[in-house]
């Protein structure tokens, strides 16, 4: 079954877009209470409730991502997504469509490395959390943003209005 092909993504696909980057930039700026339950635990000390409390937040946040990552590719497979733009070299439209299934890769990734470290104390899990894959959704972040904004002032395309106003 082949994906439809849409003008333009819908509003609940830019929904999900903008929600799921504000709560993966809320858990990459602000990962500091999580750090602090570990750094209680690993020195073999009792997380007060608070600690806990302030942990889960980014657990939560988490697990959140991972849940609306999941509808996102859902309503991506059943609703398809818009044409690639003509503009772009295809160098470069290769290299988005391996940016964007490396960014869904880590959008599963993250979340669930961080349950295994979380819940079920896989602490070498919790480094690559912490560590290579931080580095590498950051990075793919960066391109992102880099490769919107070439859309946008280098080729004059519509691809930020797409997923903005669409």
Same mark, same amino acid.
């Given at each position: ?59 939560? +946040?988490?697990?959140? =991502? %991972?849940?609306?990552? &999941?509808?996102? *590719?859902? #309503?991506?497979?059943?609703? !398809? ?46 480094? +690559?959390?912490?560590? =290579? %894959?931080?580095?590498? &959704?950051?990075? *793919?972040? #960066?391109?992102?943003?880099? !490769? ?19």
């Amino acid at each position: 079954m082949t994906q439809p092909i849409r003008s333009k993504y819908s509003p609940l696909q830019r929904v999900l877009h903008w929600t799921i980057a504000l709560l993966v930039f809320f858990n990459l700026l602000f990962p500091d209470d999580m750090n602090a339950w570990h750094r209680i635990v690993r020195r073999g000390e009792s997380p007060s409730p608070d600690d806990v409390s302030a942990a889960n937040v980014h657990a939560y +946040v988490g697990i959140i =991502i %991972l849940v609306l990552a &999941l509808v996102r *590719l859902g #309503i991506r497979y059943t609703q !398809g997504v818009p044409e690639e733009t003509a503009g772009e070299p295809a160098l470069f439209r290769i290299a988005a469509r391996l940016a964007h299934v490396a960014l869904y890769v880590l959008l599963f990734a993250m979340p669930l490395s961080g349950i295994a470290a979380y819940y079920f104390g896989i602490e070498a899990i919790g480094s +690559v959390h912490a560590g =290579i %894959l931080k580095v590498l &959704l950051w990075a *793919l972040i #960066i391109a992102h943003v880099a !490769g919107a904004l070439a859309h946008q002032f280098y080729w004059k395309t519509d691809v930020l209005r797409r997923m903005t106003i669409g």
